[in-house]
């Protein structure tokens, strides 16, 4: 008894140990990420304010260029010391953004003494973090000074302000058009590719992978084709010109830019979701064909009755991923879109929390985001059932 269980001890204490690497990494890079973002939802965290006044100087070389005062000439460090308007070179000349509160503290506490006998002695030739040199020498009031960054509670604020926010719900619209469009074009596609392949005696694998390269090549590198494809000069518009057809702007017209990207995505999609579909294919019992094919049913029909209704689970697994995706569209869009009135909702997280810094509010975004998300997987996961029962 004691054996068996100090057996199944061993194993489970194996089995942990062999998963842990992929354990931590779920933890630290999936399950923390998810609920500091839902804490900083409720938040105005601004991630530049962790980076304030953290600028890199050589305090040799700014001295010298701003006060013309060479550390190799100093002689009397102690009158300097006294003399020497310390907030004054850290606010005007180092530009470092300093409160009154701060200013007085540096005044009252700043070691000048060691700090001009550390530049005579080199030790401040190089370069070096401002705000953390500055607090060597400011002993125990350091901390007081440079009080580490922690965002203010705002509440729903941030939740409120989307519904007068236009360019959230513009990137909103942009993304439910194109998981709508994308989704149920790349699913009607990817089952014809399946089942085109399903029928093929030869070439099949040619075809597999014809269609399945372009889902597993960089969505960086196709972006940088299609980019070539879609220019007012590029190959699109040079095929449309033999035809009479005036050159498009494809990318820089709001009427055509997301078409264009959803076409690109329905291409690069279509063929991965082709071998899901062809792998429902194989499972589906060829006796059923057979009598279909025995009582004369048109093709069409034994489609429609036989095929599809089998494939459900797949359509489920497909609408599903497929909207996900869709929602959460970044890099095409990114590489693609310049103007702001096509980009999607994850462009636009991505847009508020790099470019403004307002990461409390892109976090709101985020959390509505994957409330969207997780309400329309559910929705579809009851209205389109997996099986015929």
């Known amino acids: 008894m004691r054996s068996g269980l100090r057996t199944r001890l061993q194993e489970a204490l194996y089995g942990y140990l062999f998963t842990l690497p992929v354990i931590v990494g779920v933890l630290v890079f999936t399950i923390i990420p998810i609920f500091r973002t839902f804490y900083f939802s409720a938040t105005d965290y601004n991630p530049l304010e962790t980076q304030k006044n953290r600028m890199t100087v050589n305090i040799q070389d700014e001295l010298l260029l ?22 004054s070179f850290l606010a005007d000349d180092l530009l470092l953004e300093l409160t009154d509160s701060q200013k007085k503290l540096i005044e009252t506490h700043f070691n000048k003494t060691a700090f001009f006998t550390d530049l005579v002695q080199g030790k401040l030739n190089e370069n070096r973090d401002l705000q953390s040199l500055i607090a060597t020498y400011m002993g125990s009031h350091a901390k007081e000074l440079f009080p580490a960054y922690r965002p203010i509670f705002t509440g729903i604020k941030n939740y409120y302000r989307m519904i007068g926010d236009q360019y959230f719900w513009i990137s909103l619209w942009n993304a ?21 392949a399903n029928s093929m005696t030869g070439g099949v694998q040619i075809f597999k992978i014809i269609y399945f390269i ?62 899901t579909f062809l792998a429902g294919l194989k499972g589906i019992p060829a006796e059923l064909y057979e009598s279909a094919e025995i009582e ?16 459900r689970p797949q359509v489920l697994y497909v609408i599903v991923m497929g909207t996900i995706g869709c929602l959460q569209v970044f890099d095409q869009i990114y590489y693609l879109i310049p103007n702001l009135r096509n980009r999607t909702i994850a ?12 990461m409390g509010y892109a976090s709101a975004i985020a959390v509505v985001l994957f409330a969207i998300i997780l309400a329309i997987t559910m929705l579809q996961r009851k209205f389109i059932k997996e099986s015929l029962v």
Do not use: C
């Not at 439910?176 to 085109?196: D, N, P, R, S």
């Not at 590029?234 to 009427?255: K, S, Y």
């Open 66 to 87: 701003n006060r013309d005062l060479d550390a190799q000439q100093i002689t009397d460090i102690q009158s300097l010391a006294a003399s020497f308007d310390m907030v």
């Open 176 to 196: 439910v058009q194109f998981a709508l469009v994308v989704v149920t074009l790349q699913t009607i596609l990817a089952i014809l590719l399946a089942v085109a």
């Open 214 to 275: 372009p889902s597993i090549t960089s969505s960086s590198a196709i972006s940088m084709i299609f980019l070539m494809i879609y220019f007012k000069t590029g190959l699109l518009n040079q095929l449309l010109g033999t035809f009479g057809f005036e050159p498009v702007d494809w990318l820089n017209n709001p009427a055509t830019a997301l078409p264009a990207v959803m076409a690109m995505n329905i291409w690069t999609t279509a063929g991965y979701f082709m071998i």
């Open 296 to 311: 004369g049913a048109p093709a069409g029909t034994v489609f429609w009755k036989i095929t599809v209704p089998l494939l």
């Open 347 to 358: 462009y636009y997280i991505y847009h508020v929390g790099f470019k403004y810094g307002e």
